[in-house]
């Protein structure tokens, strides 16, 4: 006999021991305690059911509702904006993808990176 | 005889619908026909009657409260309360320490009814067993309890967990593999020749 079906076999044992061992009967009080829960938990009949509610809305509802997410866009949107005003001092290649770097070579008559002031 | 002691023509779908539309009699029906159940498995699967207790009555207000917006026909109630009963007893179980038994203090009872000796034994069968299952994916666990707890056969099972039957037959058989190098060396701890 392989040594997986050995423990197998005890292991079909404990299994049934356990499984086998009596039901416990539901206690009375449990029965009226979920009952009670039960009816105040009930929506009062004729009320409205609420319908089964989608993906995209359950999202919704856990970031907290449409005003929530635009306050969240508007917060993003600023920090974008802060983040690349921050970047001015300190040139990095996600600065120059913007093109916001042409205004600044613009003002001071920077064009070519200097080179025009090489040649004179 | 029906388990609620009356007609069963209402499937536990129709009662929770009805129940969402304010009748409380379904109320009524859905837990005469549901609590015993799930106190069964709850108990069995924690061997404590204030714990199990507790469990039944939690799973059972999830029930009320998803009660209006219930997908009719996407999973059958006793399955979902299956799950959330089962789920509820490994979080308790994980935070539970391990018992263990002494078996020279255990002796073989004399008469039918089991010796405190006897049941400290099997408190310990069963809670090994429980913390086994515990550490097992849910599918498994699942699979497994149905199969040994409830008796279930493997078409019934896949039914109610929506599945193959062929997926049944290897979940079964890798939540056992699992349980049995959860349970490794515990065998003569627990009575058995392992």
Partial sequence: MHADDDKEMWLDKLLDDVGDAPAADTPADLMARVLEDALAAQPAPGAVMATPVSLWRQMLEGLGGWMSVGGLVAATATGFAIGLGALGGEPSDLYWMTGLDMFYDTDIGLTAYGWDLEEG | ?194
């Fill in chain 2, 1 to 194: 005889m029906p388990l609620d002691g009356q007609d069963q023509t209402l499937d536990d779908a129709e009662l929770l619908a009805r129940y969402a539309r304010g009748d409380a009699d379904a109320a009524r029906r859905l837990t005469t026909r549901l609590v015993p159940r799930v106190h069964a498995q709850a108990a069995r699967l924690l061997g404590d009657g204030a714990e199990a207790e507790d469990v039944a009555q939690e799973a059972m207000m999830r029930l009320w409260r998803i009660a209006p917006e219930w997908r009719t026909g996407e999973a059958k109630v006793t399955t979902w309360l299956y799950r959330v009963v089962s789920n509820l007893c490994t979080d308790r179980l994980r935070k539970r320490p391990k018992r263990t038994v002494d078996l020279d203090a255990v002796s073989e009872p004399a008469d039918d009814a089991p010796s405190p000796e006897a049941r400290m034994l099997n408190d310990a069968r069963r809670d090994a067993l429980a913390q086994a299952l515990a550490g097992l994916p849910e599918r498994q666990r699942l699979a497994v309890v149905l199969r040994h707890f409830e008796g279930a056969t493997n078409p019934e099972i896949a039914e109610r967990l929506g599945i193959s039957v062929e997926a049944v037959e290897s979940l079964t058989a890798r939540g056992k593999r699992a349980l049995a190098a959860a349970l490794k060396g515990q065998a003569e701890a627990l009575g058995y020749e392992g």
